[in-house]
C-alpha cells in the first residue's frame, strides 16, 4: 500500500510555506520547495550540481559543534547514479576512522541485507543524515540535524532517485516527518513528488534486537521488488 503525503509541512512557518507553493505555481519564477521537511531550499547548496562537488564542500565543513569532535566528515559511498538511495542516521566510530558510511558492525549486517536482496553494494547510493560523527555515538541533536539536512536535501535533488529507504528512526524523521514513528511506519511505502520513501529498522537495532530482523527482511523484499521493476 502506498500512502501518498500531500506535500511537505514546514515546522516552522507552515503558511508561508503554502504562500510559497501558491506563488511559485502563478509566476513560475519561484524556485521549488525543498524535499525533506523543514528544509530552506535556499540553504540547500543550490549552486551544486555534482556529488562529488558537494562532498568536497561537505569535507570543509564546520556547520556545526559535530565537526569538532569527528576525526573527519564522513560524506556517502555507492552510485551517484542509482535509482535508490539508503540513508542512515550518521557515522559511528568505525565510518569515523576510515572516512566512509556504513562500514563498522551495522555496515556489515547491511552488507549482508543487500546481498540477500539481490543488491549490489556498489550499485545504490547510501549516505547518513549528519555527514559527522555525533560524540559517543549519541544520537545528533535537532540544531545539528537541521544544519547538515541541507547537505542530503542537495543529494537527493542531484541523485533524483526513485526509491529512498530511511534506515531507522532518525532518518525516518528528517526524511518523513519529525513526529514520525518507526514502528509504526516501517513497511509502508510512503511517496512524495514520485519518489518512493520506505522507513525501515537501522541495522543497528537489528544488532541489539534481533526480533527485528524478520520485518527487516520483508521490507527488504518490497525493497527489491519496486527496484527491479524499475530496471
Ligand atoms: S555534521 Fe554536517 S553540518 Fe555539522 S560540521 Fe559535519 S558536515 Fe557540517
Known amino acids: 500500500m502506498i500512502i501518498e503525503q500531500q506535500g511537505l509541512f514546514d515546522e516552522e512557518e ?4 503554502v504562500e510559497n507553493t501558491t506563488a511559485s505555481i502563478v509566476s513560475e519564477m519561484v524556485q521549488d520547495i525543498a524535499f525533506l521537511p523543514g528544509v530552506k531550499i535556499e540553504e540547500a547548496y543550490l549552486d551544486f550540481h555534482d556529488v562529488q562537488m558537494l562532498k568536497n564542500k561537505a569535507l570543509g565543513c564546520k556547520g556545526c559543534r559535530l565537526r569538532e569532535t569527528c576525526k ?5 559511498t555507492g552510485n551517484v547514479n542509482s535509482k535508490i ?17 556504513f562500514v563498522g558492525r551495522a555496515g556489515q549486517l547491511l552488507n549482508q541485507i543487500l546481498t540477500a536482496a539481490e543488491f549490489k553494494r556498489e550499485e545504490v547510493y547510501i549516505t547518513n543524515v549528519v555527514k559527522c560523527r555525533p560524540p559517543g555515538n549519541r544520537l545528533p541533536n535537532p540544531d545539528e540535524v537541521k544544519v547538515c539536512r541541507n547537505y542530503l536535501e542537495a543529494e537527493i535533488r542531484i541523485i533524483q532517485p526513485q526509491i529512498i529507504v530511511c534506515l531507522g528512526a532518525m532518518a525516518t524523521q528528517a526524511v518523513v516527518d519529525p513526529r ?3 514502528s509504526q511506519l516501517r ?13 525501515t529498522y537501522h541495522p543497528a537495532a537489528l544488532l541489539r534486537n534481533p526480533n527485528y ?3 527487516v527482511w520483508e521490507d527488504f523484499k518490497l525493497i527489491r521488488d519496486d527496484y527491479r521493476a524499475l530496471l
Open 213 to 215: 530482523k524478520r520485518p
Open 180 to 182: 514520525a514513528k518507526i
Open 14 to 17: 507552515p503558511q508561508k510555506q
Open 85 to 101: 538511495i539508503f540513508v542512515g542516521e550518521g557515522p559511528g566510530s568505525d565510518e569515523d576512522e576510515q572516512g566512509l558510511p
Open 72 to 76: 573527519q566528515v564522513v560524506f556517502s
Open 187 to 199: 513497511g509502508k511505502w510512503l511517496q512524495r513528488n514520485g519518489i518512493k520513501i520506505m522507513p
